[in-house]
């Protein structure tokens, strides 16, 4: 699959999750088998405020060509899902949350494993590239 392709599927899932999130928390709350407090559900508008952020910058980096922006954003969406695998698993191992906990285990998982492979395969000849030459401006 093409990155551009990747991005956009992934930015529409985190908006309308995110939306979710913001607009719905208890009840998303409630899917997952966690409690309806005031504390669970100000973390899940903020959470879901953050997926919005991530569709965001998702859709608008789709297009981007330069291999040296394409490996930062790889980069930063490989240790971010990453580290949300790592947080779900021990979230789901706790029995924090209920069975549906498997579904950001393995969201996480796809995310981390397909970021992964662009990491490793965007060229890497980025350090290779020479900075922007600088352009004096010479009056006419």
Known sequence: MRLRNFLIINAVIAVIVGILL???PRTVSGWFGLPANAGINIDNTFYGSELILMGLVCWFA????????QRGLISAFTIANLISLILAVIA?????FNTLGWIAVAAYAILTVVYGYYWFTIPSQVAEMRPMEQHSETPH
Do not use: G, P
Not at 62 to 69: D, I, N, P, Q
Not at 92 to 96: F, G, I, R, S
């Open 22 to 24: 913001v607009v719905i």
């Open 92 to 96: 789901q191992v706790n029995h924090t």
């Open 62 to 69: 789709r297009s981007l060509t330069e291999a040296k922006y």
